[in-house]
């Protein structure tokens, strides 16, 4: 597999990627060979790393699934070295922000909701993993299903970082609840049901969510408003 994906072409890159993903789902119920995978899986990180940047979407589309199983299972996560880690973090904050591709942004964003990487390693890269969930809450391509991403990434890590969100939540708060003055009511109903589920972070606010609200319109802070009301009872 790793022969094929250092191929210099896409056929037999992708061929590669195709069958590290089958193996992955392989593993997924053999803990011998999902200890196995564990194993080997530094081997690929950094061929993986560089893929999520390719120009073709396709192969940084594999890459990414690959790399999403690889920080999802502790297994695994336990055996990426701390500087490893840290470069995953970068690369997928990196390029939710720079690319144009929809299944990119929202593979990426997929890929910090679902990862297991240790709360420490989050914390020092938490502004720009903060940075890249924003952007895609904002929602630049369009798509719904971005934003949906977002929000799951939001809510993960709020799980793993509960401080360090609520301190920072000045950033990530005021574009959700925007998200509830769109005319597209499901984008209203998974606002709702991202702040109902994070309300215990947030309600009451901090100092500087507050100054954020003051500083925003009044339209938008009757609306924090009233869902904090909401969600207080």
């Known amino acids: 597999m790793k022969t094929l994906i250092t191929s210099n072409t896409k056929l037999n890159k992708s061929l590669g990627y195709s069958s590290l993903l089958n193996y992955q789902e392989q593993c997924s119920n053999s803990p011998p060979s999902l200890h196995a995978l564990a194993e080997s899986s530094c081997s690929f990180l950094h061929l993986i790393i560089a893929d999520v940047s390719d120009d073709d979407e396709e192969i940084a589309a594999q890459a990414l699934k690959c790399l999403g199983f690889m920080i999802y299972h502790p297994s695994i996560v336990a055996t990426i070295p701390g500087e490893n880690a840290k470069m995953v973090l970068e690369s997928l904050a990196k390029h939710i922000i720079a690319t144009k591709m929809k299944s990119i942004c929202n593979l990426g964003v997929w890929c910090i909701s679902v990862q297991q990487i240790e709360a420490s390693v989050l914390a020092a890269h938490s502004n720009s993993l903060l940075q890249a969930v924003v952007h895609a809450l904002d929602n630049p391509i369009g798509s719904l299903s971005t934003t949906f991403e977002a929000m799951q ?12 969100m609520r301190e920072l939540s000045h950033i990530w708060v005021p574009p959700i609840y925007r998200r509830l003055l769109s005319d597209d009511k499901r984008e209203r109903d998974m606002s709702e049901r991202c702040l109902l589920k994070i309300r215990s972070t947030i309600i009451p606010p901090p100092p500087f969510l507050s100054k954020r609200i003051a500083a925003n319109s009044r339209k938008a802070e009757i609306c924090y408003d009233s869902v904090a009301a909401a969600i207080d009872k």
């Open 153 to 164: 990434a939001v809510m993960k890590l709020v799980a793993q970082l509960r401080g360090k």
